[in-house]
């Protein structure tokens, strides 16, 4: 079984992992006006639901070094209901979140990116786009960043 206390990954790597997904997710459901059209596209459902899953699976290890505060355990309750229940989604409440939350969790996420030492936040950036070099609006919002 998967141990939430073992992994190697240096945790300002979930930062941008999150930071990455939610961009995908705003640029993807950018394209409807509403659920229902998100829903039928199933590319772009299955697109989104995936990077959901991103965020919930990598703020796991925010929450686990108090770098989110404990009321953010709710993204990976998110996560968890998505992954488990996939027959169950509202896509009412994915909408929702898309529309009303999403952009407060990235401000937040911005935040925890700016906190981190000067080189190092380049360095990850660097990285970052190098490996989303194909997409230009994942560039132009790292290049936000700097």
């Given amino acids: 079984m998967f141990d939430i206390n073992k992994t190697d990954r240096n945790i300002e790597l979930f930062i941008f992992d999150i930071f990455i997904a939610i961009q995908k997710i705003k640029k993807v459901s950018s394209k409807f006006d509403k659920v229902q059209d998100l829903l039928h596209e199933f590319v772009a459902w299955d697109s989104v639901i995936r990077e959901f899953e991103i965020v919930g699976e990598a703020s796991k290890y925010l929450l686990r070094d108090k770098l989110l505060k404990s009321q953010y355990q709710e993204v990976v309750d998110f996560r968890n209901q998505i992954t488990h229940e996939y027959f169950g989604i509202a896509q009412d409440i994915v909408w929702t979140i898309i529309h009303v939350d999403l952009d407060g969790f990235e401000t937040i996420i ?37």
């Fill in 110 to 146: 911005i935040d925890l990116i700016n906190n981190i030492e000067p080189k190092l936040k380049q360095e990850l950036i660097d990285s970052f786009m190098e490996d989303n070099y194909y997409l230009d609006f994942v560039i132009e919002a790292l290049e936000k960043l700097q």
